[in-house]
């Protein structure tokens, strides 16, 4: 990838999707740090199976309702003002399950985590797919799934290491006070209390990037659009890009969610909730990384936040389905008759994407648009 071509400042770009990306690193550390507290949180609290099932599982509910909201806040208060409230809940969580003396008061903190994973599933690669160079910007989205992906590991090695940190304190010293608590004694705490160094970096962070240029556009803020649409493309460039824009925006009739329902768009919204399902039924080795590129970009630009929660609601709703089913399908079904399930699955995945998922590679998002209003 060349640092610079006909104006772009990839540098830039790379910056500014890499800070977004911060939130799928939270997203993935979030949702994998409990695998590491669920033996001792059990025995602390006297959990039944029961209890250990919403203990894990509560933050997906924080989840679908973080992402049906975070599409319409997006598109009222901007991207960045959103982001920032993401960091701010997955601050919030990690301190709260840190020094939680109830398994009431760590359920509630989970949950509030759970509200920022859905916040930053929808609003992070919408961000990066915003700012991004379109030749790129396949590449550029695909950042936020290896974030998830390194926040997975993160969260293995830094509960390995609290572990064996506690195992040889009690070997060696006599433990007494918040510290050992935290990181000896009860080190769940300070499994779940760890998340709060990235989720801190992450709204500093945010503070050094711009709000979304396109909108900027959106809320008639062409100015300040300019200026960060100058510093990616050049300034020549910049005004293109800010014209086109308006000019697309002034021609739709519609300015709120209606706009979803008209043909071509209509198609792009069925496209997004199916394959947001048919991502939780395939396999994470390319389906989780092209199913944010396409839904970040598909969308019309006045109500691209709405429709990527619409679409990111339906990926929790799946998640939360296999997890509540999965048990009862394998006891059912068998272990096999689940593969050929989910295997079945598949097969509306490849017709959708066969019939009718375009092909978006290195085309504008307003050129995006106008091919689904062309439909």
Do not use: H
Request: overall charge positive; glycine content about 10%; proline content about 3%.
């Amino acid at each position: 990838m060349k640092v610079k071509s006909q104006g772009e400042n990839l540098v830039y770009v790379i910056f500014l999707a890499s800070v977004a990306a911060l939130g799928g690193f939270l997203f993935g550390y979030d949702t994998a740090v409990i695998s590491g507290t669920i033996g001792a949180v059990s025995l602390q609290f006297g959990l039944n199976d029961a209890d250990i099932g919403w203990y894990v599982g509560c933050a997906l509910v924080g989840s679908i309702f973080g992402v049906a909201i975070a599409g319409k806040l997006s598109d009222y208060f901007g991207r960045k003002i959103v982001l920032l409230l993401s960091g701010v809940l997955f601050s919030v969580s990690a301190i709260g399950c840190m020094v939680s003396g109830s398994i009431s008061t760590l359920v509630i903190y989970r949950i509030i985590g759970g509200v920022g994973i859905g916040v930053a599933s929808v609003i992070s690669p919408l961000y990066i797919s915003e700012i991004s160079v379109a030749r790129y910007r396949g590449t550029l989205v695909t950042l936020y799934q290896l974030a998830i992906t390194i926040g997975f590991v993160g969260a293995y090695l830094v509960n390995y290491g609290i572990n064996e940190y506690g195992v040889g304190i009690k070997e060696t010293i006599e433990t007494a006070g918040f510290w050992s608590k935290v990181m000896v004694t009860e080190n769940w705490r300070g499994m779940l209390g760890s998340e709060t160094v990235p989720a801190l970096l992450f709204f500093i962070a945010l503070f050094f990037i711009p709000e979304s240029p396109r909108w900027l556009v959106l809320k008639s803020k062409e100015g300040t659009a300019q200026k960060t649409f100058g510093r990616i493309y050049g300034i020549d460039e910049a005004k293109n890009q800010v014209s086109d824009l308006k000019n697309l925006i002034q021609s739709e009739k519609e300015s709120n969610w209606r706009i979803l329902f008209q043909p071509g768009f209509r198609i792009a919204m069925f496209i997004g909730v199916s394959l947001a399902i048919l991502y939780i039924f395939f396999c994470t080795i390319f389906i989780c990384v092209v199913i944010w590129v396409l839904l970040s970009e598909m969308y019309p630009a006045k109500v691209r936040g709405l429709a990527m929660s619409a679409a990111g609601f339906s990926l929790w709703i799946g998640t939360f389905l296999i997890g509540q089913l999965t048990p009862w399908l394998m006891t059912t079904l068998s272990p096999a008759g689940v593969f050929w399930l989910f295997g079945l699955m598949c097969i509306p995945y490849m017709y959708i994407t066969w019939k009718l998922v375009p092909e978006t590679t290195g085309k504008s998002l307003e050129d995006i648009e106008r091919m689904w209003l062309k439909k």
